[in-house]
């Protein structure tokens, strides 16, 4: 095919064979640079989306205004949990949770086989949980303001004086 490139012992020459690594090496290189930019790419666009949705995915609406209004200060409900939510289940389908947190915002929390589901010290199956229990996940935050459950803690009701509204 590349008979033009032979020498007169049907060799290539080294000026084609340093030419043909030299491509290569350039080709191969603007492919490694390519993918360095779609990562770069999708790592910058998951910052931007998550930085956006931050206050929505953990942060429930406070009322009265920025800060609990202009002299509102600090109350020790303001502040909010890590990659978690503790509440009551609300709806327990397959693979999904929908907890309603303690001051009342809904968190879908997202069930895998890698999950981790405890009653007291006995491991139980997601099926086991049920509407109207109350649990404790710790998990990973998703773009998608869903929680990817890593450990599912059912706890015992809480009292019904009211303890877990305070």
């Known amino acids: 095919m590349f008979e033009f490139l ?3 012992d049907n060799r290539p020459p080294k000026a084609a064979k ?3 690594i030299g491509i290569t090496a350039f080709v191969a290189g603007l492919l490694v640079f390519y993918i360095g930019l779609r990562v770069g790419y999708r790592k ?3 910052s931007y989306g998550f930085g956006s949705r931050y206050e929505r995915n953990f942060v429930a609406p406070r009322r009265g ?3 609990g209004g202009v002299m509102g200060g600090f109350r020790d409900d303001s502040f909010f949990g890590g ?3 503790a509440g009551r289940v609300l709806n327990a389908d397959a693979g999904t949770l929908v907890v309603q947190d303690r001051d009342g915002s809904e968190k879908t929390v997202v069930i895998d086989s890698q999950t981790v589901i405890r009653l007291f010290r006995d491991s139980v199956t997601a099926d086991e949980i049920s ?3 109350f649990v404790t996940v710790i998990g990973d935050p998703g773009t998608d303001g869903r929680i990817a459950a890593k450990l599912i803690r059912i706890m015992p009701t809480p009292p019904p004086d ?3 509204t305070r």
Do not use: E, F, N
């Open 6 to 8: 032979k020498d007169k």
């Open 18 to 20: 340093v030419i043909l």
């Open 44 to 46: 910058a666009s998951y």
């Open 65 to 67: 205004g920025m800060m």
């Open 83 to 85: 990659h978690g939510v």
């Open 131 to 133: 509407p109207d229990d």
């Open 162 to 164: 009211g303890a877990w």
